[in-house]
């Protein structure tokens, strides 16, 4: 996501606005620091205990306010954590239009890995952009009519 920051930074007429949700806060400051990216926004999404379903809560209530606040052209969300679905969701619901980044990786099977394939499907069917990180040739998965 760090060059698609940076682009959109020196980019005339847009104003991107970085959120952070805190979700793998461990594996996201170094990268942060060593990319020169400073959050404009800061939620911290993780609590200690609680399951799937509470920090998806958590997100689409953070980003539905944040979006209700200011509504931007787009969003853009990275990857396939659940933080990434639940935010292009409140999108969705906000008419926001989406961009996933990191897309079109897939298994094909929802529970490997679990959650991140329903994640990127999800994200995958809501977004109107998508950023995949590199060419499959041939494609993994054909879709055939019987």
Same mark, same amino acid.
């Given at each position: ?10 980019? !005339?007429? %847009?104003?991107?606005? *970085?959120? &952070? ?15 020169? %990216?400073? !959050? +404009? ?6 609590? &200690? @205990? ?5 920090? &998806?809560?958590?997100?689409? @209530? ?9 509504? !931007?052209?787009?969003?853009? *969300?990275?990857? +396939?954590?659940?933080? &990434? ?13 989406? /961009?996933? *980044? ?21 994200? /995958?069917? %809501? ?20």
């Amino acid at each position: 996501m760090a060059p698609v920051v940076h682009a959109l930074q020196r980019t !005339p007429g %847009i104003t991107p606005v *970085v959120v &952070s949700t805190g979700q793998h806060q461990e594996l996201l400051m170094p990268v942060l620091e060593h990319f020169e %990216i400073t !959050p +404009d926004l800061t939620f911290t999404a993780m609590k &200690s @205990g609680q399951n799937l379903n509470q920090l &998806s809560q958590r997100v689409i @209530g953070f980003v539905d306010e944040e979006l209700n606040r200011d509504t !931007p052209d787009y969003v853009l *969300v990275h990857g +396939d954590t659940t933080t &990434s679905a639940m935010a292009a969701i409140a999108a969705f619901h906000c008419r926001v239009p989406v /961009g996933h *980044v990191e897309a079109g990786l897939r298994t094909g099977d929802m529970s490997a890995p679990f959650p991140e394939e329903m994640n990127r499907s999800l994200v /995958g069917r %809501i977004a109107q952009l998508h950023f995949a990180p590199t060419v499959c040739n041939p494609p993994i998965f054909k879709c055939t009519r019987e």
